[in-house]
């Protein structure tokens, strides 16, 4: 049985961290002292090792506990996955840590890099298929992919600063505790639809909120979004839901 001080210094995280992770029912020790101090048995070790797992892949915590309540959830199954993502995420790191050195080395020389060896860490590759996978036969994949094909990186560097600057003034409503239905919060959403029309493909309101729900639904989008706040997400499909309805479109 481990303390709670114990557990924090084993797991490297915060005492406040497992309070609260008590509170959510996320992970409670099975025991308590006879002073009423928690207890945590090694079942209670593997639980939070699980959650550290997926917290280090970007999922929020409410879909963890919400993997972990599932009664066909597998822990084996689930580390082989997490594994592969891990490894994944490790070779594109290394990828890109290669062509950070390629880069500084070139400058330090004074010599132009060979554009064909400018963009050899990046792999959008895996994120086209299944685009294409889920979208191909859309005129929004293909006024899409028209649009993004003609972008050079002058055009790419302003989309990424526009839609950056977009999430970082949604964190700041959402941590100042703005309501998702407040103005400020849906003009925001307006301007996240119109950021993907210019740049992308006509978005219309209904397209929007169907962004929004996979913003939360995909992980990978959550986790973009969870990096700057915890719950942010779900505050921008929020924002983005109220401001369809704003505009007259009813998309539940």
Partial sequence: MYKIGQLARLAHISVRALHHYDDIDL??????????????????????????FFRELGFPLERI????????????????????????????TRALIELVDRTLSTMDEGAPMKPEDMFEGFDPSKYEEEAKARWGHTEAYAQSLERARSYGQADWQTIHAEAAATTRAFAELFQSGVSSGDPRAMDLAEQHRQHIDRWFYACSYAMHVGLGRMYVADARFAASYEKYAAGLAQFIADAIRFNASRYGEACE
């Fill in 27 to 52: 992970v409670r020790p099975s025991g308590r002292s006879e002073s009423g101090y928690r207890l945590y048995t090694e079942r209670d070790l593997e639980r939070l090792q699980q959650v550290l």
């Fill in 65 to 92: 506990a919400r993997i972990l309540a599932d009664p066909t959830f597998d822990r084996r199954a689930a580390l082989i996955e997490q594994r592969a993502r891990l490894t994944a995420d490790a070779e594109r």
